[in-house]
């Protein structure tokens, strides 16, 4: 086998730990759409963050894996600050 592919195929433990990093993300994204005052506002970025992880299911490499978890993090605390200065979340 090539050795490049073995390099990056998951281990187990892997998988777990990047599913288990993948969820937190949803989560923190689910808890900061929670606090907008506009239900249709709330609802059109709640399609947006399943839409964002649905394209993202299928991938397997360990390196787009960290890279798209990296890309998520730094949208969720974008969406956060944007959300802030447009004063649309709740207190």
Same mark, same amino acid.
């Given at each position: 086998? #090539?050795?490049?592919?073995?390099?990056?195929?998951?281990?187990?433990?892997?998988?777990?730990?990047?599913?288990?990093?993948?969820?937190?993300?949803?989560?923190?994204?689910?808890?900061?759409?929670?606090?907008?005052? #506009?239900?249709?506002?709330?609802?059109?970025?709640?399609?947006?963050?399943?839409?964002?992880?649905?394209?993202?299911?299928?991938?397997?490499?360990?390196?787009?894996?960290?890279? #798209?978890?990296?890309?998520? #993090?730094?949208?969720?605390?974008?969406?956060?600050?944007?959300?802030?200065?447009?004063?649309?979340?709740?207190?």
């Amino acid at each position: 086998m #090539n050795r490049r592919f073995q390099d990056n195929t998951l281990s187990l433990f892997h998988k777990f730990i990047r599913r288990q990093r993948t969820l937190s993300l949803y989560r923190q994204f689910f808890r900061l759409i929670r606090k907008i005052d #506009n239900d249709q506002q709330r609802q059109e970025i709640r399609v947006w963050i399943r839409e964002e992880f649905r394209k993202m299911k299928h991938i397997t490499d360990k390196e787009l894996i960290d890279m #798209n978890l990296t890309r998520g #993090n730094d949208a969720l605390r974008d969406l956060e600050k944007f959300l802030r200065h447009a004063h649309v979340l709740k207190d």
